[in-house]
T-cell receptor
Framework: AQKVTQAQTEISVVEKEDVTLDCVYETRDTTYYLFWYKQPPSGELVFLIR??????QNEISGRYSWNFQKSTSSFNFTITASQVVDSAVYFC???????????????FGKGTHLIIQP | GAVVSQHPSRVICKSGTSVKIECRSL??????MFWYRQFPKQSLMLMAT?????????EQGVEKDKFLINHASLTLSTLTVTSAHPEDSSFYIC????????FGPGTRLLVL
């Protein structure tokens, strides 16, 4: 069975600090997808990134960066120079590609509540 | 980007009534949609996979007779909570799959 662990329940930092959100996953499949979503207080899930299991290249998008390490089954997310607007709950998720051409429903971690203080 | 809508955004109903929630993919066709439930301060749990033109696939522990899913077209899936009870009060979110899963804004259901 697949599982996603986000050990950090809540993180609070002061604005402009860098912050890393941890994500560790478990799966028996060799082909799978990893995701990060942001959920602001409004509740809507905002897609941040999708990574397939064959692509271990790290990615940077503005202040956001992701570190995918298959050796440790981790997919960590770093926000550089954090801003108050980054405050939200962040979810890491996993999907196994059981069927050709796409992924299944997502298994979510419990989420990390990130608080950026001004 | 891909847009998914949900209606209604919020609903309050009496115990015993049925509530229908719609999920639409606005600018793409989705043969597969997913329904999730999120209790306050908890994670999202996959309830079922909705397949256009066929029966939905439910996750273990989810009652298919209570949560009726219909995926009648490539842009619309509906979730009907039948005979709702207070314990069904939750945040229901759908997603539609293109290359990745795009989520709707969610529906807050409160059963009195």
């Amino acid at each position: 069975a697949q599982k996603v662990t986000q050990a950090q329940t809540e993180i609070s930092v002061v604005e402009k600090e860098d912050v890393t959100l941890d994500c560790v996953y478990e799966t028996r499949d060799t082909t799978y997808y990893l995701f990060w979503y942001k959920q602001p207080p409004s509740g809507e899930l905002v897609f941040l990134i999708r990574r397939n299991s064959f692509d271990e290249q790290n990615e940077i998008s503005g202040r956001y960066s992701w570190n995918f390490q298959k050796s440790t089954s981790s997919f960590n997310f770093t926000i550089t120079a954090s801003q108050v607007v980054d405050s939200a709950v962040y979810f890491c998720a996993l999907s196994e590609a059981r069927r050709r051409g796409g992924a299944d429903g997502l298994t979510f971690g419990k989420g990390t509540h990130l608080i950026i203080q001004p | 980007g891909a847009v998914v809508s949900q209606h209604p955004s919020r609903v309050i109903c009496k115990s015993g009534t049925s509530v229908k929630i719609e999920c639409r993919s606005l600018d793409f066709q989705a043969t597969t949609m997913f329904w999730y439930r999120q209790f306050p301060k908890q994670s999202l749990m996959l309830m079922a996979t909705s397949n256009e033109g066929s029966k939905a696939t439910y996750e273990q522990g989810v009652e298919k007779d209570k949560f009726l899913i219909n995926h009648a077209s490539l842009t619309l899936s509906t979730l009907t909570v039948t005979s709702a009870h207070p314990e069904d009060s939750s945040f229901y979110i759908c997603s539609a799959r293109m290359e990745t899963q795009y989520f709707g804004p969610g529906t807050r259901l409160l059963v009195l």
